[in-house]
């Protein structure tokens, strides 16, 4: 590439805010640096350029910045290449996508008011046709394609032209947003549950696509590093708006894919400099923050800022005059520009853009409505094209491309602080128009205005009769625009989006892996479910058949859970390898980091790691290979923190396990209110692909990993598990027979006890390690009170209450058929006495059961705040000890007059019970 050297000159004094006093030797120095240039290469010159900066730094004078470049395309003109495609063609076929994207939204909303979105597409077409023209690859035999995040409120945009591919029917687009409908309908966003032979990644909450496309990113490299897919062929593209980077989420984790090199990932900001409400910055410029932050994150930016209409003009732009309003403009005035254009202004970019009087010399041949079509980047396919083919071609870093567009491109709304909601392309009439119309015909008329508008400005063929009725527009299969389209798709390898359905399952585990975890723990010997976990890990990760797919996840705290084992054994990912000797060589549980690690050491960041486990859970499609990841964190930073990525793994057909460690409010014992977690059980049963178990023993965590890698990974069910694991230590009994079922189930008897002379029975519910509590509750009730009781563990209320609708549903649909028992029926149904069920999760968890149990149930949980203290006092405080336990057995014993009152005053006393204390929820 051959820069001028007028124009280094001219691109150096804009982009310092230093004047150039001596404007002759600038030009002296930087002849200098392009003779280098020329001669002796880039390379040369860069290393020049850093000497030169380290001599001044040397000197004391501060050198930062460079991080903003001028308000131009980075790719300057004579580094262009020829735009490859046919653009007539192309620009009919947008045009007809165009259309038929904003009829799907207007159509739908005439009739039904189901919402969607015009302006987002209109403002992004060029930068997904030239995508789709050029640059996306689709699946093939030997290619995985590539992976795009679209901007949710684009989705009009993609269905149009799949509509035009002959994927998607005709009625297909009359139901957008009518999923319901007969035939079925299109989702509002992209949304792989609803939608999953299309759509790959869900987008639309702002900020996960961002996030997501990252560790998407790195993940291909960990499967090609690791040898397990090949996942060269892919490049991963996101797109989002400007507005949407304001998400923590879209520019949080823009360091790691400096970090880890990642030239497979290309960004495009559809910079229309405007959001949901109006500008996104407005009296700022979005785009030079923008570029900043991804330069300082270590991105490659590449500004594609201007059509080619400006080209001429900025050639002669000699003194720089134009560049450097281009500069000073504010984000909300280029927004005043293109809608003063759009309503019938184009003079006042001539009195207020080229503001002076050699602005406007610049420009006097031209005239306005010349100067109103002067297209903005992101709405030039050839600069676009120059844009992505930069990117392509960047080497060793993730590439950003800032394309500069208008909201609502070419609509009605075009540029107005309303375009995003705009559901219709109403214009304006003139006084003479509407004078010529009866009041009630207006609406009717600026409809057809506004549609008229729109066909002349795409030029495209439609009859009025048709563009009021928003027909969809669909050419002939062998005209020139569709044989185009499809060649253009099939040189790519395939269509775009599209989610890969095919599942090919894994043998599964050999059961041996899983007799260890069934055994009791050694006599003697306390273990904790998070050992349990770890020790079923390490034999895990050595099966033939699965050992190598096991994908480890841990922010950090892996010494908490105590993983460090598993690291030395495994090894820890990382793109580098380890350059270096880790303090700790040579012990078993070394700190050992390769390019082949399989484990993912995160670092404190709970949002990247569930953007990893949503790549590793979803590779069984998206690269063919049924990696399993287990994510293992503080269960109090899961659900609670990251649960819109949670959604959205369940959206996208995530597989996996979250383990969540560290678990319930009184067990992660001085840590206190920020770390104790009483609900995220709660939050588990929201998302219905979720599984959630709180198992309190090590084969019961056992048994739900195995029928979980079964169901997903044999069985290919598109299921992900939650398992709450905890710190506190206990002797592990051996696995009952005959309790697999109840397990997995939700439910199961583990122990009765029927003292002499019983006249009463309760049934004892616990999860998690509150069961220990519920057993010595059964002691107390056995010898102080010589009431009989059944314990049972209660492993999973989502998965009871989910059967109990199931049935009850079934029973109230079906009152014919003989009624169907849940599984709670099964087992309690015919049990005497009151049901007291408790955990160290908050009531409301247990009570989901409840009205299947016909008034039997008292409830005890954890309830309130955490704070810091010892477990036996925590437990007392929430009220979910043994003695809190027994006695509320008494008492519902009592309520159900199967026990004489009196006895619990007494009982309060033997059990030290302090019954004026203020609510745990309320202190
Ligand atoms: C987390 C989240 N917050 C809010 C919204 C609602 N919302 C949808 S689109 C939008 C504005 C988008 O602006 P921008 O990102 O600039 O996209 P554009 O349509 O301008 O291309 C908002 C606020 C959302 N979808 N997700
Ligand atoms: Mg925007």
Redesign the pocket.
């Known amino acids: 590439m051959i820069v001028r050297t007028e124009d280094l000159v001219r691109r150096s004094a804009l982009s310092s805010e230093l004047a150039d006093v001596d404007p002759l030797e600038t030009a002296d120095w930087l002849e200098s640096l392009e003779a280098v240039l020329k001669i002796q290469g880039p390379e040369r010159a860069k290393f020049i350029l850093e000497a030169l900066r380290d001599k001044v730094r040397a000197a004391g004078v501060p050198t930062e910045g460079g991080i903003q470049t001028p308000y131009l395309n980075t790719v300057p003109l004579d580094a262009e290449v020829p735009y490859p495609g046919d653009r007539a063609i192309e620009r009919k076929i947008k045009s007809i996508i165009r259309w038929n994207a904003m009829a799907m939204v207007a159509k739908a909303n005439k009739t039904t008011n189901v919402g969607g979105?015009i302006?987002?597409y209109q403002?992004?077409a060029t930068l997904y046709e030239v995508g789709f023209n050029h640059f996306f690859r689709g699946r093939t035999e030997d290619n995985h394609g590539d992976i795009i995040y679209f901007?949710?409120?684009?989705s009009p945009g993609p269905y149009a032209r799949a509509f035009l591919e002959g994927r998607l029917t005709e009625q297909q687009l009359t139901n957008f947003r009518q999923e319901l409908q007969p035939g079925g309908g299109l989702s509002s966003y992209p949304h792989p549950w609803l939608m999953p032979n299309f759509w790959q990644y869900p987008t639309?909450?702002?900020?996960?696509g961002p996030i997501m496309a990252i560790y998407q990113a790195r993940y291909a490299r960990y499967l090609e590093n690791r040898g397990l897919a090949d996942t060269r062929g892919s490049h991963v593209w996101a797109y989002?708006?400007?507005?949407?980077?304001d998400?923590p989420e879209s520019l949080g984790c823009l360091s790691i894919a400096a970090r880890e090199k990642l030239d497979n990932l290309i960004f495009v900001v559809?910079c229309?400099l405007?959001?949901?409400?109006g500008p996104?910055r407005g009296s700022g410029k979005i785009v030079q923050e923008l570029e900043g932050i991804f330069k300082g994150a270590g991105w490659n930016v590449v500004k594609c800022m201007w059509g080619g209409e400006w080209d001429d003009l900025l050639a002669r732009d000699r003194s720089g005059a134009l560049a450097r309003r281009m500069l000073e403009v504010p984000d909300g005035e280029f927004q005043e520009y293109a809608y003063a254009a759009k309503k019938g202004k184009p003079q006042i970019i001539r009195e207020k853009f080229f503001n002076t009087p050699e602005l406007k010399a610049l420009v006097a041949h031209l005239s306005d409505d010349h100067l109103a079509a002067m297209k903005r980047g992101g709405h030039d396919p050839a600069k676009v094209y120059n844009a992505y083919r930069a990117a392509m071609n960047y080497r060793g870093g993730p590439s950003v491309i800032l394309a500069h567009t208008v909201?609502g491109y070419g609509t009605a709304s075009e540029a107005n602080n309303t375009a995003?909601q705009e559901k219709s392309l109403m214009l304006a009439l003139t006084a003479e128009e509407m004078a010529a119309l009866k009041a009630d015909g207006y609406k009717v008329a600026q409809e057809l205005k506004g549609l008229k508008s729109f066909r002349d400005r795409f030029q495209f063929t439609m009859t009025d009769a048709d563009l009021a009725e928003y027909k969809f527009y669909r050419p002939a299969e062998n005209s020139p625009e569709m044989v185009y389209l499809q060649e253009r798709r099939k040189a790519l390898g395939g269509y775009q989006p599209a989610r890969n359905n095919v599942f090919v399952p894994s043998s599964p585990p050999r059961p041996e892996v899983f007799h260890r975890s069934h055994q009791a723990s050694t006599a003697g010997k306390a273990q904790s479910t998070t050992l349990a976990w770890v020790s079923l890990m390490g034999q895990l990760m050595k099966d033939p058949s699965v050992g190598k797919l096991i994908v480890p996840i841990v922010p950090d705290e892996g010494q908490t859970f105590g993983l460090p084992p598993l690291y030395n054994q495994f090894g820890l990912y990382n793109s580098l390898g380890q350059n270096y000797v880790p303090v700790d060589t040579g012990t078993p549980s070394s700190y050992r980091e390769a390019t082949n690690g399989q484990i993912f050491q995160e670092g404190i960041n709970e949002a990247g790691s569930m953007a990893t486990f949503i790549a590793a859970g979803t590779a069984y499609s998206t690269f063919s290979v049924n990696t399993i990841p287990f994510y293992i964190y503080y269960s109090m930073f899961g659900f609670q923190r990251v649960g819109?990525l949670i959604w959205a793994a369940a959206d996208a057909r995530c597989r996996g396990f979250l383990m969540g460690a560290t678990a319930g409010r009184t067990t992660l014992n001085g840590e206190g209110l920020q770390h104790e977690d009483g609900h995220s059980h709660l939050a588990a049963l929201t998302v219905p692909t979720c599984r959630a178990y709180d198992p309190a023993w090590g084969y019961e965590m056992a048994v739900i990993v195995e029928e979980g890698i079964n169901r997903m990974y044999v069985k290919g069910e598109d299921l992900f598990y939650y398992l709450t694991i905890y710190n506190e230590a206990y002797e592990m009994p051996a696995m009952p027979a005959g309790v697999k079922d109840g397990i997995l189930k939700g439910l199961y008897a583990f122990k009765t006890v029927t003292p002499d002379g019983a006249k009463q029975t309760v049934q004892l519910l616990g999860s998690g390690v509150i069961l220990r509590e519920v057993l010595r509750a059964q002691e107390i009730l056995a010898t102080k009170y010589k009431v009989a009781s059944t314990v049972y563990s209660a492993t999973s209320y989502q998965e009871l209450r989910r059967d109990c609708i199931e049935v009850e549903r079934y029973n109230r649909l079906h009152p014919d058929q003989p009624k169907k028992k849940s599984h709670v029926d099964t087992v309690l149904g015919s049990t005497p006495g009151p049901v007291v069920a408790s955990s160290d999760y908050m009531r409301t968890l247990h009570e989901q059961i409840s009205p299947y149990l016909n008034g039997r149930m008292l409830s005890l949980g954890t309830d309130g705040f955490g704070r810091s203290e010892t477990r036996q006092n925590l437990r007392r405080f929430f009220e979910v000890d043994a003695e809190h336990v027994a006695y509320a057995a008494l008492y519902a014993l009592a309520e159900r007059g199967e026990l004489d009152k009196k006895v619990l005053p007494q009982a309060l006393k033997d059990l030290g019970i302090d019954a004026g204390r203020p609510h745990p929820w309320t202190v």
């Open positions: 979105h302006a987002t403002s992004a901007q949710g409120h684009a639309v909450s702002m900020g996960l989002l708006g400007d507005g949407e980077c998400e559809n229309n405007q959001r949901l409400d996104c909201k995003h819109d």
